[in-house]
């Protein structure tokens, strides 16, 4: 049974391929290689040995077409040249192997694997044609070089090749399309600049009478002048090479084994299954969005967010969803670059432009952050764990985070050396489609995976919040353990916290470091900066309203001169905290701990807008602390 090229729904016009492929064999290839040993067995007339090699020729047209199956459909003119010579190839090679010795059965093996490959190949290119010509949906992963080359495929406009496959050996068909002029832009002649520069000449030719001397400032000018004029001539001359040198590359070049290929100067080559197509990537996205919503559509109940699945769970949903539909580096671009949380979170990069957060932005940008000992985040770092090594211009290579790195300048030469790395381009922008191509699934899934798991504690939050019994303290993990089963609970928990970062603003613990000794002996003496930023704070969180508030007052103990003690009243209840010795950091720690007995106001502190149920978002709160201490190092 015959097959057909290409895979578009709407079916194909069978015409070019199968009237290539259906030709009779040569015949006097038949009879050239039949004739001889039919006459030396018969030795009958000249019409006797006609009629007997015309029965051969039958025969093995009719066992060739059983062998090598002839697809129907049409082909691009492109291939259709290119199937009619591998047709007459392999059938040349079928006749010649008719003999029932090893060898023979071993050549017809080779060429019917090779027919088939290359049928497959063509099956697969003009299925990929007939879907990119039937839609106008651009791939999100393309850059502005990417969709000219699906144009020019969609309109018709490559060229095929064949070549040999570096790493099996085998030949390939390949698919080139013309390559940009990588010529420099034309220079702009300044007429007017020129025709000043005449004047000035004139003005001092001795050969033009009267001779007159050029003034300073004419001098000057005239100085600026020449050497903008010679900056012209040579940018103009360097144009005029680069143009001449464009012009005259050759078209084919010597690849392996002195196979002539296109020129890679001149074209882009794509492989079968790299080849850019329009409308490709649907049933791709339609995979990823399922399994993005899959948990996260129709919540509404308590029990509905009572979960606690992690970011890794999430990742590898994702690595089984994707594993079978992301086939091409086209669709691992389009996986890259799409954003398909849909949880409005943006980013502005250094130009101030928002950006999505698609795995591609996060890391072009650099918005990886580093962990809390300044290691790497894990999207910059290989699969073995170290740190990705980058292409540069000169082909030269740089390791991510070193210092060679961070010298790199402007900023958007470094977003440059990270976007050829996600697209697996060298240094002169060809693809490498197979390269990187498992660190990137890796890299994606696993950051899907802290996608979906944001986007469900969010989710999770907003529920609870609502119902007053959600609080991240910062201590533990988002997600179920920072959800209380009652608001008193919640509130008990945030009240302790508010009342932490209250002391901590007030008395930073990093003023018991020994750099701020002379500092914290200063400030902690009557009228200190200290003394003064603890009370300011209590006193603005005190809700004197409130019948159940305990008063706080704050004193030094300044009995002993520059003695660094502070007494504390909450209430009735007194104590005194003593930060000359060597247990500072436990009278630190006991001060902070007496200091939750201060009930503060409890409207203040039921105000989400006044203080956030999650620690992450007291910018405000906590910054209090740089205000009181502007200068030191807290």
């Known amino acids: 049974m ?47 040995r006609q009629k007997s090699a015309k029965k051969a020729i039958d025969k093995l047209n009719s066992d060739f077409a059983n062998a090598y199956q002839v697809p129907d459909g049409e082909l691009d003119p492109q291939m259709a040249s290119d199937f009619h010579n591998l047709t007459m190839e392999h059938k040349k090679i079928y006749v010649n192997n008719q003999g029932k010795d090893v060898k023979s059965r071993r050549n017809l093996a080779a060429s019917k694997r090779n027919y088939d490959a290359r049928i497959a190949e063509y099956d697969k290119v003009m299925g990929t044609l007939q879907v990119s010509r039937g839609s106008e949906i651009k791939n999100e992963g393309w850059n502005a070089e990417r969709e000219r080359e699906a144009e020019m495929f969609k309109k018709g406009q490559y060229e095929h090749g064949t070549r040999i496959n570096e790493s099996t050996g085998e030949q390939e068909g390949y698919y080139a399309t013309k390559r940009l002029s990588t010529v420099s832009a034309e220079p702009k002649r300044d007429e007017a600049m020129f025709d000043r520069l005449k004047e000035l000449e004139d003005i001092k030719n001795p050969n033009i009478p009267p001779t007159v001397e050029l003034t300073a400032d004419e001098q000057e000018e005239y100085e600026k002048l020449t050497e903008k004029s010679r900056a012209y001539n040579t940018s103009s001359e360097n144009y005029k090479n680069e143009v001449k040198n464009w012009e005259n590359l050759p078209d084919f070049v010597e690849g392996v084994n002195g196979e002539m290929i296109h020129n890679p100067k001149l074209y882009k080559t794509h492989g079968a299954s790299d080849i850019p197509s329009f409308g490709s990537t649907d049933e791709l996205n339609s995979a990823v969005l399922e399994t993005y919503e899959d948990d996260l559509t129709d919540l509404s109940s308590d029990s509905d967010f009572n979960q606690d699945k992690s970011s890794s769970q999430y990742a590898r949903n994702f ?65 073995d764990g170290k740190p990705i090594v980058l292409v540069t211009d000169s082909g030269g290579t740089v390791e991510y985070g070193s210092e060679s790195w961070k010298g790199i300048e402007p900023e958007s030469k470094k977003q440059e050396y990270m976007e050829k ?34 986007h469900f504690e969010q989710m999770q939050r907003n529920h609870f919040e609502g119902k007053n019994r959600y609080f991240d303290d910062g201590t533990t993990d988002k997600g179920i353990q920072n959800v209380y089963a009652d608001e008193q609970y919640q509130f008990v928990a945030k009240e302790k916290a508010y009342n932490g970062a209250l002391f901590e603003n007030g008395f930073p613990e990093e ?25 300011a704070e209590y006193e603005n969180a005190i809700d004197a309203a409130d019948e159940n508030h305990l008063a706080v007052t704050i004193k030094n103990d300044n009995l002993v001169p520059n003695r660094r003690a502070i007494t504390v009243t909450v209430g009735k209840e007194k104590r005194s905290f003593n930060f000359d010795g060597d247990d500072s950091k436990q009278q630190y720690k006991e001060m902070k701990e007496f200091l939750t007995k201060a009930k503060l106001s409890t409207s203040l502190i039921r105000d989400p807008r006044a203080v956030p149920n999650s620690v ?15 200068g030191i190092n807290i």
């Not at 050239?32 to 006797?48: C, L």
């Not at 890259?336 to 990069?349: A, H, Q, W, Y």
């Not at 992450?616 to 502007?630: P, S, V």
């Open 2 to 48: 015959a097959t057909s090229f290409g895979q578009a729904d709407t079916g194909l016009i069978k015409a070019t391929a199968g009237a290539e492929a259906g030709q009779h064999i040569d015949q006097n290839l038949m009879i050239g290689s039949v004739i001889g040993g039919v006459a030396a067995k018969i030795g009958a007339g000249y019409a006797d």
């Open 319 to 383: 690595k089984k969803s994707l594993k079978e539909k992301s086939k091409t580096h086209d669709d691992r671009m389009n996986l890259v670059f799409s954003d398909f949380s849909d949880d409005k979170v943006t980013f502005e990069d250094a130009e101030g432009k928002v950006q999505q957060n698609s795995f591609a932005n996060m890391f072009i940008y650099e918005q990886g952050k580093p962990g809390e000992d300044g290691e790497l985040n894990p999207m910059y770092l290989d699969l």
């Open 421 to 454: 790395f996600l697209r697996s381009e060298d240094e002169n922008g060809n693809t490498k489609t197979g390269e990187n191509k498992e660190w990137l699934m890796d890299k994606y899934t696993n950051f899907m995976g802290d996608v979906k798991k944001d």
């Open 511 to 535: 003023l018991l470091d020994e750099e701020n000794d002379a500092y914290l002996t200063s400030e902690l003496q009557v009228g200190g900066k200290i003394l003064k930023a603890l009370k």
């Open 616 to 630: 992450d978002d007291w910018g405000e709160i906590n910054d209090r602390k740089n205000t009181h201490h502007a």
